[in-house]
């Protein structure tokens, strides 16, 4: 597998391999770390510092603190790093100094966050997601219907998980139809490390001339979704959006939608075939899904390498002081499995009480996109496994290639069959 710039992360591979047999549990060494306590600090491969935190209530201590910035890209000048590890990014982003986008709100801090924030939430509305929950229901058996067309055996992966959230974030955005192939073609190759840097550099400009074009199609003839949505409501907005505004805002959508959402889709299709017994209580009783889903979001927590801050000042947590500048990694599968919030937090339990967990984040930055990915999983899963009963794996567990090198965790593609 050729390396891919994406895939190349300073953490060390002990943070983030699975052990043999286990691909659901946090590595065997984020394990230790929680054991030693919830504040501890690593020395990354690029011999920066990284302080991780493995606790759940200290966890939500550091997401709600926004003396914790996420202005992770621009602060990289602040941490006297080598041009190469500026390179690589202090906390592994592979960006240079200085290259966030005008409107990439997720690397933001208030206010300039809060003004973004409040254009998009306003677009978010109870109308446009009850739509796209009718669309994300004709997409899903639209994909699994062309696999049983197609025969008895796909991979979940290419044929299911990726097409889906992103054919949905092309409703979001109001991507046309006759584009849509050339738009998800592109978001693919930048996701997947099979590709040569070049190819996804490549596919990563041509997304960027796709969505200048798309913004500046909605400024001619705007329609219902919600780059027109927030072209109109601009008008209100201070100081109105600008091209540039609206290109970073749509790649961030597509950023933080369309590879969190497919590898969750993929993942719990996976772990769900792992767990036989939980499959069964789900079939048994389908109005489990809604807990299914925030439990999967529990168990899998796919965020592995993230959320990541940079302390603004010395800030204590848990009695451990973590100095200016310091970069800071909320270990999300710690922090979801913390034993003094869960009982037996190791079990995937579908029929487990609901209680808040830190997939999809916490604080002022908290998934923006979270009720429709819990609509796309909800969906996504329940129809998956009532259209195919006899889904299965078409290869041994132990031979699905995890993607323990990615940002986000999951599966590089799930060879299914059925009967
Ligand atoms: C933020 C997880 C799906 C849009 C976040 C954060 C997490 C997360 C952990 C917080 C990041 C931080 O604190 O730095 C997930 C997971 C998903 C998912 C696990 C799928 C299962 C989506 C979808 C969309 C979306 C479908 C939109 C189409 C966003 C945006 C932010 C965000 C825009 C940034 C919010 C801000 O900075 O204010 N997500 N997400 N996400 N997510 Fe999601």
Same mark, same amino acid.
């Given at each position: 597998?050729?390396?891919?710039?994406?895939?190349?992360?300073? =953490?060390?591979?002990?943070?983030?391999?699975?052990?043999?047999?286990?691909?659901?549990?946090?590595?065997?060494?984020?394990?230790?770390?929680?054991?030693?306590?919830?504040?501890?600090?690593?020395?990354?491969?690029?011999?920066?510092?990284?302080?991780?935190?493995?606790?759940? +209530?200290?966890?939500?201590?550091?997401?709600?603190?926004?003396?914790?910035?996420?202005?992770?890209?621009?602060?990289?000048?602040?941490?006297?790093?080598?041009?190469?590890?500026?390179?690589?990014?202090?906390?592994?982003?592979?960006?240079?100094?200085?290259?966030?986008?005008?409107?990439?709100?997720? =690397?933001? +801090?208030?206010?300039?966050?809060?003004?973004?924030?409040?254009?998009?939430?306003?677009?978010?509305?109870?109308?446009?997601?009850?739509?796209?929950?009718?669309?994300?229901?004709?997409?899903?058996?639209?994909?699994?219907?062309?696999?049983?067309?197609?025969?008895?055996?796909?991979?979940?992966?290419? +044929?299911?998980?990726?097409?889906?959230?992103?054919?949905?974030?092309?409703?979001?955005?109001?991507?046309?139809?006759?584009?849509?192939?050339? =738009?998800?073609?592109?978001?693919?190759?930048?996701?997947?490390?099979?590709?040569?840097?070049?190819?996804?550099?490549?596919?990563?400009?041509?997304?960027?001339? =796709?969505?200048?074009?798309?913004?500046?199609?909605?400024?001619?003839?705007?329609?219902? @979704?919600?780059?027109?949505?927030?072209?109109?409501?601009?008008?209100?907005? +201070?100081?109105?959006?600008?091209?540039?505004?609206?290109? @970073?805002?749509?790649?961030?959508?597509?950023?933080?939608?369309?590879?969190?959402?497919?590898?969750?889709?993929?993942?719990?299709?996976?772990?769900?075939?792992?767990?036989?017994?939980?499959?069964?209580?789900?079939?048994?009783?389908?109005?489990?899904? @809604?807990?299914?889903?925030?439990?999967?979001?529990?168990?899998?927590?796919?965020?592995?390498?993230?959320?990541?801050?940079?302390?603004?000042?010395?800030?204590?947590?848990?009695?451990?002081?973590?100095?200016?500048?310091?970069?800071?990694?909320?270990?999300?599968?710690?922090?979801?499995?913390?034993?003094?919030?869960?009982?037996?937090?190791?079990?995937?339990?579908?029929?487990?009480p609901r209680s808040p967990h830190l997939g999809f984040g916490h604080g002022v930055h908290q998934c923006l996109g979270q009720q429709l990915a819990?609509?796309?999983?909800?969906?996504?899963?329940?129809?998956?496994?009532?259209?195919?009963?006899?889904?299965?794996?078409?290869?041994?567990?132990?031979?699905?290639?995890?993607?323990?090198?990615?940002?986000?965790?999951?599966?590089?593609?799930?060879?299914?069959?059925? @009967?």
């Amino acid at each position: 597998r050729p390396a891919s710039i994406i895939g190349q992360r300073p =953490f060390p591979p002990e943070q983030v391999e699975r052990r043999p047999g286990c691909p659901f549990d946090p590595p065997a060494a984020r394990e230790r770390l929680r054991e030693d306590g919830p504040v501890s600090k690593i020395r990354l491969r690029n011999g920066a510092d990284l302080w991780v935190i493995s606790g759940y +209530d200290e966890a939500r201590a550091v997401l709600s603190d926004v003396r914790f910035s996420s202005d992770v890209i621009r602060r990289t000048s602040s941490f006297n790093l080598t041009p190469e590890q500026v390179a690589e990014g202090p906390s592994g982003c592979p960006v240079q100094e200085g290259e966030r986008g005008d409107g990439m709100f997720i =690397f933001m +801090d208030p206010p300039e966050h809060t003004r973004l924030r409040r254009l998009l939430i306003s677009q978010f509305t109870v109308r446009r997601m009850k739509a796209l929950e009718t669309r994300v229901q004709e997409i899903a058996v639209e994909l699994i219907e062309a696999m049983r067309a197609a025969g008895t055996r796909a991979d979940l992966v290419a +044929d299911f998980a990726l097409p889906l959230p992103s054919l949905v974030i092309c409703e979001l955005l109001g991507v046309a139809y006759g584009d849509r192939a050339e =738009f998800q073609e592109r978001s693919a190759i930048t996701l997947n490390t099979g590709n040569t840097a070049e190819e996804q550099a490549r596919a990563g400009a041509g997304l960027l001339e =796709f969505m200048r074009t798309l913004v500046a199609a909605k400024r001619e003839n705007p329609g219902d @979704d919600l780059l027109s949505g927030l072209i109109r409501g601009d008008l209100a907005a +201070d100081p109105p959006l600008s091209d540039a505004e609206l290109v @970073d805002i749509g790649l961030t959508l597509l950023g933080a939608g369309h590879e969190t959402t497919a590898n969750m889709l993929a993942l719990s299709t996976f772990a769900l075939l792992e767990h036989p017994d939980q499959l069964a209580a789900l079939r048994a009783d389908p109005a489990l899904i @809604d807990n299914a889903v925030e439990e999967l979001m529990r168990y899998l927590s796919i965020v592995h390498t993230g959320p990541r801050r940079i302390a603004t000042e010395d800030l204590t947590v848990a009695g451990v002081t973590i100095p200016a500048g310091a970069t800071v990694l909320v270990s999300v599968p710690t922090a979801n499995r913390d034993a003094a919030r869960w009982s037996a937090p190791e079990r995937l339990d579908l029929t487990r009480p609901r209680s808040p967990h830190l997939g999809f984040g916490h604080g002022v930055h908290q998934c923006l996109g979270q009720q429709l990915a819990r609509v796309e999983l909800r969906i996504g899963l329940a129809e998956l496994f009532t259209r195919l009963p006899s889904l299965r794996l078409a290869v041994p567990a132990t031979e699905i290639p995890l993607r323990t090198d990615m940002v986000i965790f999951g599966v590089h593609s799930l060879p299914v069959v059925w @009967d």
